[in-house]
């Protein structure tokens, strides 16, 4: 796999934009920009300070529908979409955040809560790409 510098450049510019929407956050709302606890707010009905909550999934949400490269394909079809979904539901609550507020956040504020559930994520992730390249071999 090659890298080339408009790969960096695009990388680069994503974090900036990530780290700075979230530091904006942080100022306007007084809170830390985790999405599960975003979107439990207004599945909730909380719409946070004057519509914050919806602004920023909103502001989340357009780039990729405006830019995006068209409909997602998911192999396990819709089912299968909608338990990822509650999996990941679970995990936010049973780790009490998601990588946008563990690892953006957390990991800038020095939590020790935050590198576990981090470090956490990324074995996880690590497994899991090795069980479905390699057939299920550790």
């Known amino acids: ?27 306007v709302v007084g809170r830390i920009a985790g999405i ?29 529908l405006v830019l995006g490269t068209g409909p997602a394909e998911f192999s396990l079809g819709l089912p299968g979409l909608a338990l990822a979904g509650v999996l990941v539901g679970v995990g936010t609550q049973v780790g009490s955040g998601c990588t946008s507020g563990h690892g953006v956040c957390g990991l800038a504020n020095v939590s020790p809560r935050s590198l576990v559930a981090v470090l956490t994520f990324m074995v996880t992730a690590g497994i899991t790409v090795w069980v479905v390249r390699h057939g299920g071999v550790l």
């Open 1 to 27: 796999m090659t890298i080339d510098a408009d790969t960096i450049l695009r990388a680069f510019a994503g974090g900036l934009m990530i780290g700075g929407a979230t530091a904006v956050f942080l100022l």
């Open 36 to 64: 599960s606890g975003i979107v439990g707010s207004v599945l909730k009905g909380h719409m946070g300070p004057r519509g914050a909550f919806v602004v920023f999934l909103v502001g989340m949400l357009l780039p990729a």
